[in-house]
């Protein structure tokens, strides 16, 4: 999706994403995307996907991989923010609350090391579901 700069989000999801994967960069007007990558699983369709939303924005030549198993792609103008958003939710990786409780964070277990003792994905993914079917989306208690 080409992006509609004067595109206005006022959904209760674009507000918490913005919320939650959305940070301000010392650079006035500038802001860091965080894009969560659940489990660390991503399709060649959204890879590509990201790669043209970066070509887009005519961002720089790099997206950081962080320890959250999420992309963080920097120097989006404040104005294109409700078109990534849309592009994201477009190809799947619009989830939000990076570092909300429901977001576990696996290695991979005995889906490859021998020595491992269960198979972490797969219990991160219960674990996650468990979390947020008893504390919600954005538990104001639980936060940080």
Known sequence: ?????????????????????VFPQKQ????AVDILIPSGDITMTQMEAV??????LNLPDEVR????QSFLLGWIP???????YQELVQCGLAAS???AIHRVISCLGAETYPTALTQSR???????HVLFQMYGEDPEDLRG
């Open 78 to 84: 404040e104005k294109e923010l409700p078109s990534v």
């Open 122 to 128: 797969t219990l991160a993914k219960l674990l996650s």
């Open 51 to 56: 790669v043209q939303l970066c070509r887009r």
């Open 97 to 99: 609350g990076i570092g």
């Open 1 to 21: 999706m080409k992006g509609t700069p004067s595109l206005k989000m006022e959904t209760d999801s674009y507000r918490y994403w913005k919320k939650t994967n």
């Open 28 to 31: 006035k007007g500038f802001y």
């Open 65 to 68: 991989v962080t320890l959250a």
